[in-house]
């Protein structure tokens, strides 16, 4: 590190400073000392720079299971910002052993200097943390049992969602939901009843079944909706993709017969049959947010209580349309 400072004519405090994204230093100073990096092929010694700062520049990222689109993706847009900065990130799921254990393993034995926890459950302990550890919980309503929390404004959407199909002249509106114990799904069916109640309908309970997010769901919850519905809002975009399914085998038509909206905008929705109207969440960005806020937290904001909200966007194809007749 001397012979870089030496080369580049700045102090070793400063080479430092660079090495580890610190503000305070010029753009000019930072280009003399990364070409003097460059030069001399300089690579910092990770566990040297570890006792330095009394850190492992480690971090983890938590979620219920690694290979949902929606997990995934968030957990790729947070490393995407966390190794820009020069940490490394540590992935853990909680899907089949208690989350209390992950959390247990990633902070006493793998020694993470801060945490990211994707959660879809109003009730999981985060609050168990010690208080002044670095945290983001990345959730699905709003929660004040945490300092810094990035979470979807899951009851904006479904209220888009239901606006959008009542716009288009639909009162019969169906809803599959998602698992009940989750908070996106309370979110989105409080959004749906608002949306309802605001156009003077009332709710009826037999309009909205449940589901466990995948396509069989949603096709399996068809045959449940009464037949005057006239349109349905999925909370995700599988369960859409098996409603439209079990629609067309029992001989109807989308949209004519029957308007279905979905939510999270995946990667293939342009690409179905008809292409689905949605909901779109950036996971991505989220999983970015995520990340800068533990950046903050790490820089000594973690006591500063903060919740970003962000909202999703209503991409309309050709999945939703007027009400032609009743079924």
């Known amino acids: 590190m001397r012979d870089v400072a030496a080369l580049a004519g700045v102090s070793h405090q400063t080479v430092s400073r660079?090495?580890?994204?610190?503000?305070?230093?010029?753009?000019?100073?930072?280009?003399?000392?990364?070409?003097?990096?460059?030069?001399?092929?300089?690579?910092?010694?990770?566990?040297?720079?570890?006792?330095?700062?009394?850190?492992?520049?480690?971090?983890?990222?938590?979620?219920?299971?690694?290979?949902?689109?929606?997990?995934?993706?968030?957990?790729?847009?947070?490393?995407?910002?966390?190794?820009?900065?020069?940490?490394?990130?540590?992935?853990?799921?909680?899907?089949?052993?208690?989350?209390?254990?992950?959390?247990?393993?990633?902070?006493?034995?793998?020694?993470?200097?801060?945490?990211?926890?994707?959660?879809?459950?109003?009730?999981?302990?985060?609050?168990?943390?010690?208080?002044?550890?670095?945290?983001?919980?990345?959730?699905?309503?709003?929660?004040?049992?945490?300092?810094?929390?990035?979470?979807?404004?899951?009851?904006?959407?479904?209220?888009?969602?239901?606006?959008?199909?009542?716009?288009?002249?639909?009162?019969?509106?169906?809803?599959?939901?998602?698992?009940?114990?989750?908070?996106?799904?309370?979110?989105?069916?409080a959004g749906y009843r608002e949306a309802l109640a605001a156009a003077g309908i009332s709710r009826d309970p037999l309009l909205t079944l449940e589901g466990d997010w995948s396509a069989t769901s949603g096709y399996e919850a068809f045959a449940a909706i009464p037949p005057e519905a006239t349109a349905a809002v999925a909370q995700n975009d599988r369960m859409a993709v098996g409603l439209i399914r079990a629609a067309r085998d029992g001989g109807l038509r989308v949209p004519d017969d029957l308007s279905v909206i979905g939510f999270d905008d995946m990667p293939l929705a342009s690409y179905f049959d008809p292409p689905l109207t949605t909901m779109r969440q950036d996971t991505f960005a989220i999983g970015q947010t995520c990340a800068e806020q533990l950046i903050a937290a790490l820089a000594g904001s973690a006591q500063d209580g903060r919740a970003v909200r962000l909202v999703s966007e209503l991409v309309v194809r050709s999945s939703t349309g007027p009400p032609a007749q009743r079924r």
Not at 65 to 78: H, I, K, P, Q
Not at 147 to 158: E, F, I, P, Q, S
Not at 176 to 189: A, L, M
């Open 18 to 189: 660079v090495i580890n994204h610190a503000p305070g230093v010029t753009a000019a100073t930072r280009e003399a000392v990364e070409a003097a990096i460059h030069q001399l092929g300089y690579r910092p010694h990770a566990i040297a720079r570890s006792f330095a700062e009394g850190r492992t520049r480690t971090l983890g990222c938590v979620a219920p299971n690694l290979t949902d689109f929606t997990y995934a993706s968030n957990m790729e847009g947070a490393e995407s910002v966390l190794r820009r900065h020069g940490y490394d990130l540590l992935f853990a799921s909680y899907h089949d052993r208690p989350f209390e254990s992950v959390v247990e393993t990633l902070v006493a034995r793998r020694r993470i200097d801060g945490l990211i926890v994707i959660s879809p459950y109003v009730d999981l302990p985060v609050s168990a943390l010690p208080a002044d550890f670095p945290l983001v919980l990345m959730g699905g309503c709003p929660r004040e049992d945490v300092n810094h929390l990035v979470y979807l404004d899951n009851r904006d959407g479904a209220r888009q969602a239901t606006e959008h199909l009542l716009a288009l002249g639909h009162t019969n509106i169906a809803q599959v939901t998602g698992p009940q114990q989750e908070d996106c799904v309370i979110e989105r069916d």
